[in-house]
């Protein structure tokens, strides 16, 4: 099967959620989408979006899956709307605020009555809308460094749906709804076939599912297939100013993917623990040097090897002796083919898929 | 019809040329498919669902126009009739060889545009107030009676007052589209109003930069960052604000350069730095200083382009600490009053010589030397070290040069004392030092933080000593990266065509000190002595007419375009009270509601920008940029030009139906007949210009460097490369951008600075007094008793007070304003993240949302500018407590005295915004007292 993969640099991310707003114009702004971000970009280590989605299971255990928890509205806190009609042209003494808007009712389940479908699942009644301000939002996070100053670290980590190659959703699925394609192995849920029971959301590691209260329907990340087919790349990365996202096939031998992930091998799967055989790939971070503790520059790394291999696998010392070896060898004034590769010059050649198209 | 959507990837290959119609076209998602399938794939008709929202009717070109210098090209996508989405055009090429590209620019602000202009924000009519004054509400009136009332207003106070009782603010939400920023020039120049000058106004103005080398503005492309080897990025967080360019860093990191950032915070560009630098805030000038000591003691500065470039081989005289001048030395020269020829020491014939192209005319500053003279030195070899004895008029006097004098001052900061002032060890401030002084090219790249310091003045001229030490300033990928900006005089011929220029451009901070008394506050906050002090040069610098006063003028009325003054300024509260309760007439032209709209008596709704003809033109990206209206405006609002179009029409109406002639108008020594009856007809030039596109049309004819073309061209290329912009500096004879230090390091033509030089010594005796002389440390003021040093910057999630309230941009942070600290400052204060807390000091309080890091440094807190004061408890914002509004520090203020001395756009007074401190606690939700 020909396999679309992405690897995103994160030695280039700068955290700006300019693929997570061109995603969410792109793919999810109707009804019942309002809380959905296909991609988003989290700030590590941090709760994430939604709120602790490491903790919520799911993924492969010893061939079998494990059981995962569906994550609540509030976790994912990011449907707000702001009081701008009554402070600005109605008089009101309010502050201009943002506040979480009220959960839109299911199909299923007119006033009063309780679908059938919450209580299998487990589901919290809804809410009333909150008066308080946000609690919680996808980045919240944001800058929310770990460790002690100065030696602190934290970088940003963009997550989309993985496409995986043992996709654990489709696995999970009760109505079969869920399906590979051929062509480019992008996995869809087919929204026809879909019934809402949200066992992909549970089964799914990544809390990469999200469901439509208003179609009643699990909805996720499609890599952006119909630009795709057109030649075009995703919109998460076409759009990112970072120019920090390759988009191509696995097995193109000649393709940034292949030479990223097998050829040199800097390019890393998140959570590869979990099973699923992703085919989102991550350059990991140099984050710059520590001090000592009489203020010099110290050898310790400023982000601990042990916490990237929690996210990252067994690979991260190869990849970042890689990239410091290569970095090193551009100091000296000598060429290498790697940092060119992710330095991408020329901007389309970070995109090898067929006929692609930039205007 | 059951048919294949999808295709093998083999095949996608062979039907290339086939496949796909691109980004500009009527999309058809289906014949693509359907030309190349040959082994259907089982149909799923749901991906159709996908594939059909994936269409559009019609595609415009566009961008925003906002002051982020981004500039980035948007194709904007219209389906039924409305803005659907946009997307980057990104058909960028590279600036010259071996660089990166420029591709695909934008950010997360643009690419919600489509979603904002139709926010619940937008002003869609005009509007009058109907209650108090900041009460919100409102009275919906129709243009007509808005621009007669208005017109009425303008030649009432224009009668009783004068023109210039009326000021007349653009923001950044026009000052940068060329076409609006030109016609609300034209209305205010016509009408001759006062137009204060927001560059310093907002604290950008790089006057230290000016004090050393006669120009604000020098920078070059973005792209000349991957050319550096050592670049220095302080103060300055372009991870954040300048989010379509950041890339070029860590590029530049990956191709071996040496990226060194300097913050106090872990900021997101010193995260993917090669080495992050943390001095406490405000202590940088000690940080550099620390490392000019390095480079002096090593050796390893430049000594010929010292020699050449810069006044560091000057004599001066050890008796005044003056340079050495002719009249010093002759008779005659007092007589002609030649006090600008300087001397260096000439090793070859062992004499004091004349420097090449010191004594020449300075007024206008430094043409006739510019054109006629050269910095190169001939025969003479000028000594750097040493002293001599120089028979003068008045006796023998002991002489020695400016870099005799840096050496003592570079003495005096060696890295263990700038340690001790900054916390940075002195093996790192050495590390850096070295790192940059072997780097060739050498680079700083500095963002506007460093002008919000009171003596941010010092620190400027500091870096531009380092970079000169290195030989940088002015080679590709070198010196200092600050500003640049297109050039004007396109803007301004079609401001002044018929008229001339007449109207009044104030210095903004000068106004708001007499304006506002902002005395009162720096005594209140920072003491007796320091406000006596500075005031009485404030004062000197009055009399002596360095600079113009306006305390006597009257302000009547403020018309604020694009313009949301009431968020930004320093002690912005102070400033709506006394500044606001001045005015009788507040009018907003604005397409959303902030503050300052929400305090008018006016408010005229404004077209947002995808609906308006325009275009752009900003430093950093050499090109040239269309914004063509891809739909009508909403509700009633109008583009700037119709607006004032409006506004002229009414005034010379009102004036003929009221029988009012013309009147006279000193302005500065001129007069001026300004008839009402003539507005319109001088606003729209007899009729010639009809649209905002007319203007586009006639700025492309007359803007030098902007390639001569149809607004019809313009509009299908969306971008288009300005003239002379190959490689990736503004070095080009006839690019639009300001050149100036390219034609003194290249083509040796003398700075437009008293010495004629890259000038490191200034003899004023305010700054010899001051002890500033040459460029030093000094303390950052604080509030005694308040330990904590307030950060700002510019923000990642809004351009200034716009973006900053749409609704998702706010999920994407924390709802509401926050305020980061470090977790000891919190927890010794018993603040947990998120919780609400009040920052004060004596000058006020605001409240906002802890936001907990470690990467924030201890004994300061850090937050973004921007939020509007509406969105604060008691709607007050950052301003309350920023007590800076009356800090006007003397020498900013110096004159007579070469380049020094009111210039527009170059010298003035800044806003400073950094020099205090507060204090925080857990707030108990009741007031703000």
Excluded at chain 1, 129 to 152: F, L, R, V
Excluded at chain 2, 649 to 678: K, L, P, Y
Aim: hydrophobic share 35%; aromatic share 10%.
């Amino acid at each position: 099967m020909n396999q679309v993969a992405m690897v995103i640099d994160l030695n280039k991310c700068i955290g700006c959620q300019t693929c997570t707003a061109a995603c969410k114009s792109m793919w999810t702004d109707e009804p019942g989408q309002e809380y959905m971000l296909w991609n988003n970009v989290e700030t590590v280590p941090g709760c994430g979006y939604p709120k602790d989605w490491e903790q919520d299971g799911g993924g492969w255990v010893d061939g079998k899956l494990r059981p995962g928890r569906l994550p609540e509205p509030a976790d994912y806190g990011m449907d707000l709307e702001v009081n701008h009609q009554e402070v600005y042209f109605e008089g009101s003494e309010q502050r201009l605020q943002a506040k979480p808007r009220a959960a839109a009712p299911r199909p299923d389940e007119p006033a009063g009555k309780t679908s059938p479908l919450r209580i299998l699942n487990n589901e919290p009644e809804p809410e009333e809308p909150s008066k308080d301000p946000q609690q919680w939002g996808a980045n919240w996070d944001e800058d929310s460094s770990s460790g002690e100053y100065p030696n602190n670290y934290h970088f940003y980590l963009p997550r989309l749906c993985n496409h995986c190659t043992k996709p654990l959703c489709l696995e999970a699925c009760p109505t079969r709804a869920i399906y590979r394609r051929e062509q480019d192995g992008v996995v869809l849920i087919d929204q026809d076939k879909c019934k809402g029971f949200r066992e992909c959301n549970k089964a799914c590691p990544y809390d990469k599912i999200y469901f439509n209260h208003v179609t009643g329907k699990s909805q996720k990340c499609i890599f952006c297939f119909p630009r795709l087919e057109e030649g075009v790349a995703p919109a998460c990365a076409r759009q990112c100013p970072g120019r920090l996202r390759f988009v191509g096939f696995l097995d193109d031998e000649d393709g940034p993917i292949h030479r990223l992930v097998y050829g040199f091998m800097v390019a890393l799967p998140l959570h590869p623990e979990y099973g699923t055989e992703p085919n989102v790939f991550y350059v990991p971070p140099i984050l710059p040097p520590t001090f000592d503790e009489e203020g010099e520059i110290s050898d310790q790394e400023r982000v601990p090897t042990e916490y990237l291999e929690s996210l990252f696998g067994d690979g991260v010392g190869h990849a970042l002796e890689t990239l410091e070896a290569e970095m090193e060898k551009t100091q000296r004034g000598e060429q290498s083919e790697l940092m060119d590769l992710l330095i991408a010059k020329d901007w389309k050649a970070m995109f090898a898929i067929p006929d692609v198209k930039y205007a | 019809m059951k048919r294949s959507t999808t295709v093998s990837r083999r095949r996608f290959l062979k039907g290339s040329g086939l496949a796909g119609l691109g980004l500009m076209l009527r999309h058809s998602p289906l014949s693509a498919a359907e030309a190349l399938a040959e082994e259907p794939e089982p149909y799923r008709r749901f991906e159709d669902v996908y594939r059909n929202k994936w269409t559009w009717d019609r595609v415009a070109r566009g961008t925003h126009g906002t002051n982020c210098a981004g500039t980035c090209a948007f194709n904007v996508y219209i389906k039924g009739g409305v803005v659907w989405r946009e997307e980057q055009q990104a058909e960028y090429e590279p600036s010259g060889d071996d660089v990166p590209d420029y591709g695909p620019r934008g950010c997360q602000k643009g690419l919600r545009h489509s979603n904002w202009m139709y926010g619940k924000q937008r002003v869609l009519y005009p509007m009058k107030r109907a209650g108090e004054r900041g009460e919100g509400k409102w009275q919906r009136i129709t243009w007509e009676q808005a621009t007669d009332e208005i017109a009425d207003r303008i030649i009432d106070y224009s009668l009783e007052y004068g023109p210039d009782s009326i000021s007349f603010g653009s923001g950044t939400m026009m000052s940068v589209k060329l076409a609006s920023f030109s016609s609300l020039a034209r209305f205010a120049n016509i009408a001759g109003f006062t137009v204060p000058e927001f560059y310093s106004g907002v604290g950008d103005l790089p006057t230290g930069v000016y004090m050393t080398i006669g120009t604000a503005y020098t920078g070059d492309t973005m792209a000349a960052i991957y050319k550096s080897r050592c670049v220095l990025v302080w103060m300055a967080n372009p991870a954040v604000t300048r989010l379509p360019d950041a890339h070029f860093f860590w590029e530049a990191r990956y191709n071996g350069t040496q990226v060194i950032s300097i913050s106090p915070e872990f900021t997101p560009t010193a995260m993917h730095s090669s080495l992050w630098v943390n001095p406490k805030p405000g202590t940088d000038t000690a940080l550099a200083m620390g490392m000019i000591h390095t480079i002096l003691e090593d050796g390893t500065y430049e000594r010929d382009y010292l020699c050449e470039q810069t006044d560091l081989p000057f004599l001066v005289r050890a008796d005044t600490g003056e340079f050495l001048r002719e009249t010093d030395l002759s008779f005659v020269a007092t007589l002609a009053v030649r006090d600008n020829v300087f001397y260096i020491w000439d090793e070859a014939t062992g004499q004091p010589r004349r420097a090449p192209a010191t004594g020449l005319s300075d007024k206008p500053i430094g043409r006739d030397r510019r054109r006629f003279e050269t910095l190169e030195l001939g025969d003479l070899r000028p000594a750097l070290e040493g002293t001599w004895q120089v028979e003068t008029r008045g006796g023998t006097v002991e002489v020695t040069t400016v870099f005799e004098l840096l050496k003592r001052k570079a003495a005096e900061h060696s890295p263990e004392r700038a340690a001790e002032i900054t916390g940075v060890h002195p093996k790192v401030i050495r590390k850096v030092a070295r790192t940059f002084a072997a780097a060739r090219p050498a680079m700083i790249y500095t963002g506007y933080s460093a002008c919000k310091w009171i003596h941010g003045d010092l620190l400027q001229r500091a870096m531009l000593l380092l970079v000169a030490l290195t030989g940088s300033t002015g080679k590709e990928g070198g010196g200092l990266q600050i500003a640049n900006a297109p050039k004007t005089r396109g803007m301004m011929a079609f401001a002044f065509a018929d008229v001339g220029p007449a109207f009044r451009m104030v210095s903004s901070t000068t106004w708001d000190y007499e304006h506002g008394r902002m005395k009162e506050l720096t005594e209140k906050v920072y003491g007796k002595e320091l406000a006596e002090d500075w005031d009485a040069r404030y004062q000197e610098s009055i009399r002596e007419d360095y600079f113009p006063s306006y305390g006597d003028k009257g302000w009547k009325m403020g018309i604020f375009a694009g313009n949301n003054g009431a968020n930004w300024r320093a002690s912005g509260n102070r400033w709506r009270e006394v500044g606001f309760g001045k005015l009788e007439t507040i009018v907003a032209m604005v397409p959303d509601m902030g503050c300052t709209a929400h305090y008018a008596d006016y408010v005229l709704p404004i077209a947002h920008h995808y609906e308006r003809t325009d275009m752009m033109l900003q430093s950093r990206v050499p090109y040239v940029q269309v914004l063509d209206a891809a739909v009508l405006p909403l509700g009633e609002s109008v583009d700037d030009w119709t607006a004032m179009n409006r506004l002229a029409e009414a005034i010379s109406r009102r004036a003929r139906e009221r029988g009012i002639g013309a009147i006279r108008d000193d302005v500065d020594g001129r007069t001026v007949r300004r008839d009402f009856r003539s507005y319109h007809d001088l606003y729209t030039m007899d009729g010639s210009i009809e649209s905002a596109r007319d203007v586009v049309q006639y700025l492309i004819n007359v803007t030098p460097g902007v390639p001569k073309m149809s607004f019809e061209e313009l509009a299908a290329k969306g971008i288009v490369r300005v003239d002379d912009s190959d490689g990736t500096t503004w070095d080009g004879e006839h690019s639009p951008y300001h050149n100036e230090v390219a034609r003194s390091v290249v083509g040796k033509r003398p700075y437009e600075t008293l010495t004629g030089r890259q000038q490191y010594y200034i003899d004023h005796e305010w700054f010899l007094e001051y002890g500033e002389a040459l460029p030093t440390h000094l303390e950052p003021l604080a509030i005694e008793g308040f330990p904590i040093r307030f950060v700002m910057g510019h923000a990642r999630h809004g351009i200034h007070s716009m973006w900053r309230d749409d609704p998702l941009m706010l999920a994407l942070q924390r709802g509401e304003p926050d305020i980061y600290l470090n977790p000891d400052d919190a927890a010794a204060r018993g603040i947990a993240d998120g919780d609400p807390v009040r920052v004060f000091n004596p000058a006020g309080a605001f409240v906002a949302m802890a936001h907990v890091s470690a990467g924030i440094q201890p004994s300061m807190v850090f937050m973004y500018h921007g939020w509007d004061p509406m969105m604060f408890e008691g709607r007050e914002n950052f301003s309350a407590v920023i007590s800076t509004a009356g800090l006007i520090k003397p020498t900013s203020m110096a004159g007579d005295y070469g380049h020094l001395g009111h210039r527009v756009l170059q010298f003035a007074p800044n806003q400073t915004y950094r020099d205090f401190t507060c204090e925080l606690e857990k707030w108990d939700g009741n007031g703000l007292a």
